[in-house]
Structures are given as structure tokens and as C-alpha cells.
């Protein structure tokens, strides 16, 4: 948890310095409160999440609420009780957002998102006339508030941030202040991938919230590149040795020991041995197969391995009924 908390204090002094704010997001950790309200402790004010499930379990706490995904039409009622700010770029959504969001005597604000290439939601960029009347209707709207304008990268598409995809949205913005004689303040610029070019490319200093969840999360951004000034071992991944045995694999003679997965889906990628001698050699839903030659520790039987976790990994554990979780709060 140590680990989880400094690396969101460096995110946010990190986004700070260029002016972002950062909207923390959360959907790896599947809702866990007790993680959530670490993350928040280190000073984070938007939680952002994909899960509208996961973001209802965080209702009490007293901190604004993103979903960060467009809102299905038939959801509209509960994305407004319990979330303050949504990703959008359909009229027809918004308005119902505006309708519920009267019932709830509430201002509700939106996010419009606009594709600069990448092919998930948004409104394409070329089509200015769609944004503009899009624009126009919203500003209309007496529950609603625009926030501001988002984009996404490195998604669908692989579009990388690039000084040139964020001066399309720059000049977008300003076509539409002047069009409109509107003020637009916020432009949500992208994520993790984003802050692993924050020192690289020239990001306009209109850009001023990033959405960040693997770096908090496990250090990583763009492509799963590391950060070297944040934790990527946040998590371990513990299994029990239930076998060790002599084996021939590949003709040679192996120590080869089985421990118990016991959770559906997981993928040998998701795994990384924390001792590096250790190789894995398979994986099922029941169990991890290691050829343990190399390691230089005497193995026994219930030893617990350790595995750091891919943000896969670290998703399904989260999501999974079948790990135990248990918090470390001074690592
Ligand atoms: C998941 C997600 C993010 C965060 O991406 P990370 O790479 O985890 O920082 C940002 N924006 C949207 C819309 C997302 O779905």
C-alpha cells in the first residue's frame, strides 16, 4: 500500500509540474475501498472508473466521481445518482443525462471526447460541424455542465500522444470559444501513456487533467514501459508448492514444481517471478508449472513463490472471488 501511495503522490507532483490535474483512475482494483481510500489519502480528487458497479461502492466517499466511458442510454439514472462527471459524445445520451439529472436537482457535467485517430469514442475530429452543433445543444442544457473536451490514445487506433494530435484538440477548443463565445477550461488529455511522453513532446499547456491508472497502479505507462521514479512491485502474487519433482523436459533433467493457480483465465504473461532464476513453464486454471533448476533456494513442499503482476495480471486477481487479497500497509 506504500508503494501504491507514493507512486500516486509522484504521479500527481509529477502532472503538477505541467500544469495537469490528475483524475486517478481505478478500474484495475475492481472497487476495493481499502485500496481506493489509500489512493485518495495521497491527494487525488476525481476517482475515474470504467465500471459503473465500482464507482456505486465508492458513493460515500465524499470525492467527485468519473465515469470514463460514454453511458449506456438505458443506465442514464444511475450514472447520474452516482457519478458526477461522464465521458460523452452523443446528443441523444446527453440529453437524457439532462433529464435525469433534473429529477436529481443536479448539474451533472460531461466530458465531450473527440477521436484525434484512435478510433474509441469521441467524435472524429474532421467532422467540425458535428462538434460545433453538439457544442451548441449542450450549452443549452440547464443540468448539464461542459467540462471540458477528452480525447484518448493508444487504444483501438495505437495513435501515440503527439504534440500534433494535441494541437487538433487545442485548435478545436479554440475554434469553439470563439464560434460559441464560450470558455472551455478543461481538456482531458490522455493517460498513463501520456505521462511516459510528458518530458519527450511539447504537450500544450491547455492540457490540464490526465487520467492515470497504471502508473499508480504498477509504475508502468506507455507500451507497459516502466517508470524509473515509481514502484512497479506494488503487488505480489502468492502460490503454494504442492509438488516438486525430478522431471526430463526438452531431454535434459528439470526440478520441475507445481503450485496451486486455482483462478480461471490467468495467463503465463500476467506472471513475473519475483526470484528471476525461476521460470514458468505453464499455467491452467488449476495450476502454475515452474522449472525451478536454476533457483538457487532449497524448495519445499508449501513454500510460498512469489510473482510480480502485469496490469492483466493485477485486473484479474482483482476481479477474481478466487484470490485472497491481503493489504501490506508499510510495503
Ligand atoms: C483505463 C483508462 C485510462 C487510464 O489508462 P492507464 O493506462 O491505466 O493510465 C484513461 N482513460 C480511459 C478512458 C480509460 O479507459
Do not use: W
Amino acid at each position: 500500500m506504500k508503494k501504491i501511495r507514493e507512486n500516486t503522490k509522484k504521479v500527481i507532483e509529477k502532472c503538477r509540474e505541467k500544469n495537469s490535474e490528475v483524475a486517478a483512475v481505478t478500474k484495475v482494483f475492481a472497487g476495493d475501498k481499502y485500496i481506493i481510500k489509500s489512493i485518495i489519502d495521497s491527494g487525488i480528487n476525481i476517482l475515474a472508473d470504467s465500471r459503473l458497479k465500482n464507482l456505486k461502492k465508492f458513493n460515500d466517499l465524499k470525492i467527485k466521481k468519473m465515469l470514463i466511458r460514454i453511458p449506456m442510454k438505458s443506465e442514464i439514472e444511475e450514472v447520474v445518482k452516482y457519478t458526477d462527471i461522464s465521458l460523452n459524445s452523443e446528443l441523444e445520451t446527453i440529453f437524457e443525462i439532462n433529464k435525469y439529472a433534473k429529477i436529481r436537482n443536479k448539474i451533472y457535467e460531461i466530458m465531450l471526447m473527440i477521436d484525434v485517430g484512435d478510433l474509441r469514442e469521441g467524435i472524429f475530429f474532421e467532422n467540425y460541424n458535428e462538434i460545433y452543433n453538439t457544442v451548441k445543444n449542450v450549452i443549452k442544457l440547464k443540468n448539464i455542465k461542459l467540462k471540458g473536451l477528452g480525447t484518448n490514445f493508444s487504444c483501438f487506433g495505437g495513435v501515440i500522444p503527439s504534440e500534433e494530435k494535441y494541437n487538433i484538440l487545442i485548435n478545436i477548443k479554440n475554434r469553439l470559444e470563439k464560434d460559441l463565445n464560450i470558455k472551455i477550461k478543461e481538456i482531458s488529455g490522455g493517460s498513463s501513456g501520456t505521462l511516459s511522453l510528458i518530458d519527450e513532446i511539447n504537450i500544450p499547456k491547455d492540457v490540464n487533467q490526465l487520467r492515470c491508472g497504471a502508473s499508480i497502479a504498477l509504475g508502468i505507462g506507455l507500451n507497459d514501459m516502466p517508470f524509473e521514479y515509481l514502484h512497479q512491485n506494488t503487488c505480489e502474487f502468492a502460490v503454494e508448492l504442492v509438488e516438486i519433482k525430478k522431471k526430463i523436459l526438452n531431454n535434459k533433467i528439470k526440478k520441475i514444481g507445481v503450485c496451486i493457480i486455482n483462478t480461471p483465465g490467468m495467463k503465463k504473461e500476467y506472471f513475473i517471478p519475483t526470484d528471476k532464476k525461476i521460470k514458468i513453464i505453464d499455467i491452467n486454471n488449476d495450476y502454475i508449472i515452474l522449472d525451478l533448476t536454476e533457483s538457487e533456494k532449497k524448495h519445499n513442499l508449501n513454500d510460498e513463490i512469489f510473482f510480480n503482476l502485469s496490469y492483466g495480471g493485477l485486473l484479474l486477481s482483482m476481479n477474481s472471488p478466487y484470490v485472497r487479497k491481503v493489504y501490506l500497509n508499510n510495503l
